[in-house]
């Protein structure tokens, strides 16, 4: 998916109005703040929060624990 920078820049999340990401597999706009990934079908975004899909970050990890 091509995208100008400009247009990416005024997108948001519909949930929490945070910046969104380009991810590539599977194709679509993610949230880290929310976790949520909203996917493309055809070029075409699918910006209900309904339909969005749980999504982790990479590199992120909750299994982080120091332990004395």
Do not use: R
């Amino acid at each position: 998916m091509s995208l100008d920078a400009s247009l990416l820049s005024v997108l948001a999340c519909p949930k929490c109005k945070g910046p969104l990401q380009v991810v590539t597999t599977p194709e679509g706009f993610a949230c880290s703040q929310c976790q949520l990934l909203y996917k493309t079908d055809d070029d075409i975004p699918n910006f209900l929060i309904d339909e969005a899909l749980p999504w982790k970050a990479k590199g992120t990890s909750n299994g982080s624990s120091s332990s004395h």
